[in-house]
């Protein structure tokens, strides 16, 4: 057990439709991650947030969008689902703000899109 | 930018042999680099790590890797292999420098024979 924890485990949905997924860090860490991993696109970073500012991007949709709380857990809001947003989306969480630190992850959210 | 390759995608050898796992990376600054590993159904565990130190790096379960700067390689090892190290191994590279983004390779997925 890695101290991450993500909800809901598995969410299935609709095309066009909303989601919310949510991360709580372990505690002590400033800096929480997200990650989508899908059999075309691998394992992506998409955004990292540190101490409730965002701190590094990576291949994140314009649909896709996320925030760090003031209590330092995470949401990644996804909208407008399309299907090839089917994926395993993993919140992992660091000490520190560096890339370069530990990073520990949640056992991850399925989202699968109908 | 910066990216790894992870030569071969299925990795298998028997219970007791050597694993040897390979990746090599792309950077134009110096790099850090990362093993993760993830069993089925589980999030990803760091490894091991190199952060410009020793160039031989230990890490968890008995694996080492050696970072090679004149050939850009960061290979796994372990000297003998255990049924319980089947699993999907990542190589990850990240800098210091600007913009850091954490950059995985596609996966080698070891399987042992007994």
């Known amino acids: 057990d890695s101290g991450v924890t993500q909800t809901p485990k598995h969410l299935i949905t609709a095309t066009g439709q909303r989601v919310t997924l949510r991360c709580s860090p372990r505690s002590g860490d400033l800096s929480v991650y997200w990650y989508q991993q899908s059999l075309d696109q691998g394992l992506q970073f998409l955004i990292q947030?540190?101490?409730?500012?965002?701190?590094a991007k990576g291949n994140i949709l314009e649909r896709f969008s996320a925030q760090q709380f003031p209590d330092l857990h995470s949401e990644l809001n996804l909208s407008s689902l399309e299907l090839g947003d089917s994926a395993l989306y993993f919140c992992a969480s660091s000490e520190g703000g560096g890339l370069y630190n530990e990073q520990f992850f949640g056992p991850g959210t399925r989202l699968t899109v109908l | 930018a910066q990216s790894v390759t992870q030569l071969g995608s299925h990795v298998s050898v028997s219970e007791g042999a050597l694993v040897l796992l390979r990746c090599n990376y792309s950077?134009?600054?110096?790099?850090?680099l990362f093993w993760y590993v993830q069993y089925p159904n589980q999030g990803l565990q760091l490894l091991l790590k190199?952060?410009?130190?020793?160039?031989l790096v230990k890490g968890i379960n008995g694996f080492e890797a050696e970072f090679k700067k004149s050939e850009t390689s960061f290979h796994l090892t372990k000297p003998s292999a255990h049924m319980s190290d089947a699993a999907e191994y990542f190589c990850a590279v990240t800098t210091n420098f600007g913009n850091e983004k954490l950059t995985f390779g596609t996966g080698t997925r070891l399987t042992i024979i007994p």
């Open positions: 947030y540190y101490n409730g500012e965002e701190r």
């Open positions: 190199y952060t410009s130190a020793a160039t």
């Open positions: 950077s134009s600054v110096p790099p850090y």
